[in-house]
């Protein structure tokens, strides 16, 4: 919190400022200007972010509103009792990393795909079109989602059951009660939802890569696909790794709407459709106690927290640049 | 700083209890005599000549509507003259009411009362601390409480002893059956007089299902928990049992059969395809309104089928299958607590006092102002003014059965002119529960409660359904689940809670 | 050769002609949902060809159209100032980030990754927010909390900087004594454009949907957004059913709310604007991308 000492008349002498912190301070004087730029984030993240962290000890805490905060008794690690006691906590867990690994693998393919041929397309009247009904899915609520998804599979009148299965020729499904198609349907909603928003910042980073790179290959005479393969994909592949990072960095956590109000809460489905948060959220219809869901997102971010650190390790390891920190 | 400020004003708050307290017997002792007759006058009395004004603020589920500001002016207008305070009508959405509330509560937001329910955290609240105890408040400012609404409630809402919250007076139990297609019960000349067995309903079941090919005889899976809240308190007690035991539903012989009924229904196609699903999706209640479905599960009140044919939009007929039954769960239906937060919990309850016997203030509040809102058509029957209907209107009813003395409350033109006749007589012949008055104090098995919550909710909508082939083995399964969740240990605390209560209530 | 390009540009389009369809089907059907007539929802369930048309969901939203006009005003003010004042406030603090040399860069980047993983939670942050600053029934309220800066932004445009500015560049500009302001105004970001109006775009989608900060922090009915005014709705519905099971009172309220025209009425009304501004913005967006290509 000291101001910046000048180096023309050090503070203090030499022999105890090692040379390595003067180095340190001649260089944070020198970035002056792109540190001072970083200020307006840096006081929101710690207001938005550092000072409401204090509310992670609501969960050792038994809450009473007369005393506040700080002021109710300990807890001990009793919130966290109901997670891991529960018969379905090994089935909580499994469910949510799979379906997030499978939403990484499935959305990320499908965007890179999606970005590389609409940057094959040339006719910019139809690109503009084609990428304005990209983002679509993604600016409609999971409740509207859920509306539509129910509007095709309920049993007694829906899309699937009364059409495609007349003109597919096969029995009617009850769709609210199989358990077994749920990982598709959630994979398959998922990616309609998603795609389109990780599409453009894929193809952004596309658009941005300087086109020599292409002038050269086609002179060269390498094929659109030889471009696609050895030009476009090891060029953006930083925005991937950043993107694959930031996602392995939620796989503990689910999108709510998703497992919840698009199976429509329906309970034979609850095997495949189970996770953290919609099990937490069961849990605080019969008490909503912010002790035990504080906990329950303690446990998710100590989770994530050390598989961020050992993925972003591992990006290190490869390539120093594309780590996140 | 902020906190030495709010202690200091709880021990402000605690002397100036103990001190009226004090004061309110020697009074009580020496106005019984005279002022029995007259209670409501003698606090106007008081009320005009030494009160500084103050606001009150009401905070309730529900949404805001055009007028409310208008409704809230006349309010206050009236309640100036009564109590010298104002009032701030502060609805929150049903949708928003659990996150909103509770960081109102936790950051000691200030507010004076609060709408609460036994559904709705009641018991979460007072154990927290949030409510404030009323008995001596009540004794002192809401005397008029007590005689309206009568032992049985008050004994039902209170917690060891203690009133926490006032009660609404409106239907003091639950009448348990069907609503049914009134044309089809014409058509098939059934008898819905009485009450019905089980196996007099699956005569008309069958019947429907024989003669009506497009029409499902039963939708929704919640005639089960219609079925369970008639033969059980709270689902740990059975309502045969005269002894206080707590027991475990799923072992009760009585219920296994049931679930096997409902297994031998869905086979015989009675119930929708989706039954499991089409409670939430609101499709049960379609197929109701277009005919396509001949019953549903209803807990029933008088007059509840016609009720039911106004908003569902064709005739309706009901038919109990099992006597009315009052719980803890009724009497703490819907209730107005008062806040720790008020810096006027004498004015609140005083206004809490007026709800139950100023007719004019109440209907106030359920329906906005005469002549705009609403008109008289006679003494206590009231209708949309001319050029006005249920569309249009801008005060939309926040609801009658949340606040005060409904009894008192106008009713609309197209509804039984002796509806309140019909309720005191329902509520006088239910039966009551043994256990009514035992609320359960979830705090030492919370965690518990929450993983058992979780399988419940995976099996119970299949049992109720008779979606599933293998009834026992799944109950097995259910049972396995349940126990390694922690379920015998709240069946034990229940046990132990309920034998403090019968020790201290007797 | 130009055979096969030609398979192969069909094959392209016939991609993108069925991605568009999935994309754009569901907004027909909620569209025509909403303007069906109730008797033929249930007896037809939901379809794109409705038996019978009815208007009247719309009829009864627009009874209070000074409500809806309100917040409309408020979710375009909010929307404006929000993308603007966070896009800069991202930049800000991205394009330091992405400079290899800066002095703490490891430590900053760590401070603001560390955002995603761990939050106190709702109730500390919110009670941060009304006691601190006081934001209760503003229109800050809906501008600050949680929405103007997003870690997940800051690094996808510092990764942007970081891989597409040339460094020589930026020393071009240090040679000729321009300072770090200047270089970042006049050559980092018309230079990137691309990732600039991706991320305001982003930040306009959030500050427009957003209706969990309107519903916390806004009590006044004057100040409520158009999201709020029509999630409200759907949110109702939804914690009704939930305490269906356990009140018979949740099931009577239920029944009197609005119908699923009115409810998929209100969803039309919330996206509407937004689905007829696309088209406008989506010209700059993409151009603002083209024109980043063009000088790359």
Not at chain 1, 14 to 40: C, D
Not at chain 2, 440 to 466: S, Y
């Amino acid at each position: 919190m000291k101001p910046l000492a000048s180096s023309d008349a050090p503070t203090v002498s030499p022999a105890i400022v090692p040379g390595r912190m003067r180095t340190f301070r001649r260089k944070i004087k020198k970035y002056r200007a792109l540190l001072l730029m970083m200020v307006p984030g840096l006081l929101y993240l710690i207001l938005n972010n550092y000072i409401p962290m204090y509310g992670v000890i609501l969960a050792f805490k038994e809450l009473n509103y007369v005393d506040g905060i700080f002021g109710s008794p300990w807890a001990g690690l009793y919130n966290f009792k109901f997670l891991f006691n529960s018969p379905d906590a090994y089935l909580i867990t499994r469910n949510t990393v799979l379906y997030n690994g499978a939403f990484i693998i499935v959305n990320t393919c499908l965007a890179l795909l999606v970005a590389l041929l609409v940057n094959e397309i040339k006719d910019k009247v139809v690109t503009r079109f084609y990428q304005s009904t990209f983002l679509l899915p993604h600016i409609i609520s999971m409740v509207v989602v859920a509306y539509l998804v129910y509007s095709f599979l309920n049993a007694e009148s829906g899309f699937v059951n009364r059409q495609l299965a007349n003109w597919f020729g096969f029995d009617s499904i009850s769709w609210y009660n199989e358990a077994s198609y749920w990982p598709y349907v959630l994979v398959i909603v998922n990616a309609w939802k998603g795609v389109g928003y990780l599409a453009i910042i894929y193809f952004a980073a596309i658009i941005g890569i300087d086109k020599e790179y292409y002038e050269a290959a086609t002179i060269d005479g390498a094929s659109k696909w030889k471009q696609m393969t050895r030009i476009t994909l090891p060029l953006i592949a930083p925005m991937i790794i950043v993107m694959t990072l930031l996602s392995i960095s939620t796989i503990m956590r689910s999108d709510f709407g998703l497992f919840y109000q698009v199976p429509m809460n329906s309970g034979p489905l609850m095997p495949t459709t189970n996770t953290i948060d919609t099990f937490v959220y069961r849990a605080m219809i019969v008490r909503g106690d912010i002790g035990m869901s504080t906990a329950a997102g303690v446990y998710q971010s100590v989770v994530c927290f050390f598989l961020i650190l050992g993925a972003n390790f591992a990006v290190r390891r490869i390539s120093k640049d594309n780590a996140l920190f | 700083m902020k906190k030495k400020v709010s202690t200091m004003l709880a021990l402000l708050m605690a002397v100036v209890f103990v001190l009226s307290a004090c004061g309110s017997k020697t009074n009580n002792d020496s106005k019984n005599a005279t002022g029995e007759n007259t209670p409501a006058t003698t606090n106007e009395g008081e009320g005009t000549t030494n009160l500084k004004p103050y606001k009150l603020t009401l905070v309730y589920p529900g949404t805001a509507q055009k007028d409310l500001a208008l409704v809230q002016e006349e309010m206050s207008k009236y309640l100036t003259e009564k109590i010298n305070a104002t009032i701030e009508l502060k609805p929150i959405d049903w949708g928003s009411w659990t996150d909103k509330t509770n960081l109102m509560k936790i950051s000691g937001e200030s507010f004076d009362l609060m709408f609460t329910a036994g559904w709705f955290g009641y018991g979460l609240d007072v154990s927290k601390g949030q409510f404030i105890e009323l008995n001596d408040l009540m004794e002192k400012y809401g005397k008029d409480i007590p005689t309206v609404l009568g032992e049985d409630f008050i004994k039902g809402s209170q917690i060891n002893g203690k009133s926490y919250a006032v009660p609404t007076k409106k239907e003091f139990a639950q009448g348990f059956g069907f609503v049914l297609n009134k044309d089809l019960v014409d058509k098939y000349q059934f008898n819905t007089e009485g009450i019905k067995t089980l196996e007099e309903m699956e005569e008309m079941f069958k019947t429907i299902k024989e003669n009506e090919p497009g029409i499902v005889p039963v939708v929704s899976n919640k005639f089960a928990s219609t079925w369970s809240a008639a033969n059980y308190d709270n689902s740990m007690i059975s309502r045969d049992s005269k002894e206080l035991k707590v027991i475990d539903t799923l072992e009760d012989p009585k219920f296994i059969d049931f679930l096997k009924r409902m297994r031998q229904w869905n086979l015989n196609g009675w119930f929708d395809k989706d039954v499991v699903t089409s409670d939430s999706s609101g499709q049960a209640d379609n197929m109701l309104k277009s005919g396509k479905a001949f019953a549903l599960a209803q807990s029933l009140k008088p007059g509840k089928d016609k009720e039911m044919s106004v908003t569902m939009g064709l005739p309706l007929v009901q038919v109990e299958t099992a006597e009315p039954y009052t719980t803890t769960g009724e009497a703490t239906g819907a209730m107005l607590a008062i806040s720790r937060t008020s810096k006027d919990p004498e004015r609140a309850m005083m206004f809490l006092n007026m709800l139950y016997t100023d007719a004019k203030l109440l209907n106030m509040l359920d329906w906005g102002i005469e002549g705009k809102h609403y008109v008289k058509v006679s003494d206590n029957m009231i209708d949309y003014p001319e050029g006005v209907t249920a569309e249009t209107q801008g005060y939309p009813s926040p609801g009658g059965w949340m606040f005060g003395n409904q009894f008192i409350s106008y009713l609309w033109a197209n509804e039984d002119p002796d509806k309140w006749e019909q309720f005191e007589k329902f509520n006088a012949s239910a039966e009551r529960s043994i256990a009514l008055g035992f609320a359960f104090d979830e705090t030492p098995v919370k965690a518990e409660l929450a993983a058992v919550g979780n399988v419940d909710k995976e099996f119970q909508m299949v049992l109720n359904a008779g979606a599933i082939d293998d009834v026992e083995g799944t109950i097995a399964k259910y049972k396995a689940k349940r126990d390694a969740a922690g379920f015998q240990k709240i069946l034990e605390e229940k046990q132990r809670q309920l034998d403090e209560w019968a020790k201290t209530s007797k | 050769m130009p055979i096969a390009a030609r398979v192969r540009k069909s094959f392209i389009h016939l991609f993108f002609i069925l991605f568009s369809f999935a994309s754009l089907m569901p907004f027909v059907l909620v569209f025509m949902v909403s303007i069906t007539d109730e008797s033929s929802i249930v007896k037809n369930g939901y379809s794109f060809i409705p038996s019978k048309f009815n208007f009247a969901s719309y009829q009864f939203l627009f009874n209070d159209f000074g409500q809806i006009a309100r917040s409309y005003g408020v979710t375009i003010l909010v929307t404006l100032i929000g993308t603007v004042v966070s896009l800069f406030i991202t930049a800000l603090f991205a394009y330091p980030l992405s400079r290899k040399d800066l002095p703490l860069r490891r430590s900053m980047s760590f401070i603001l990754f560390f955002t995603m993983l761990f939050s106190g939670g709702m109730v500390p942050w919110y009670i941060t927010y009304v006691t601190m600053i006081g934001l209760k029934n503003s229109l800050f309220g809906m501008i600050i909390p949680n929405l103007l800066m997003s870690a997940f932004n800051v690094l996808l445009m510092r990764s942007f900087f970081a891989n597409t500015i040339p460094e020589s560049i930026i020393e071009s500009g240090t040679i000729d004594g321009a300072s770090e302001l200047t270089i970042f105004l006049k050559l980092v970001v018309p230079l990137s454009a691309p990732i600039m109006a991706t991320i305001a775009l982003f930040n306009l989608l959030a500050f427009w949907n957003d209706w969990y900060n309107c519903m916390l922090f806004i009590d006044k009915p004057d100040l409520i957004n158009i999201q709020y005014l029509m999630t409200k709705t759907l949110n109702n519905v939804q914690f009704l059913v939930m305490k269906a099971d356990t009140s018979s009172q949740a099931g009577e309220l239920l029944a009197k709310m609005p119908t699923e025209g009115v409810r998929m009425a209100l969803a039309i009304i919330g996206i509407a604007p937004l689905l007829m501004a696309y088209p406008f913005f989506q010209k700059y967006y993409i151009s603002g991308i083209t024109s980043g290509a063009v000088k790359g």
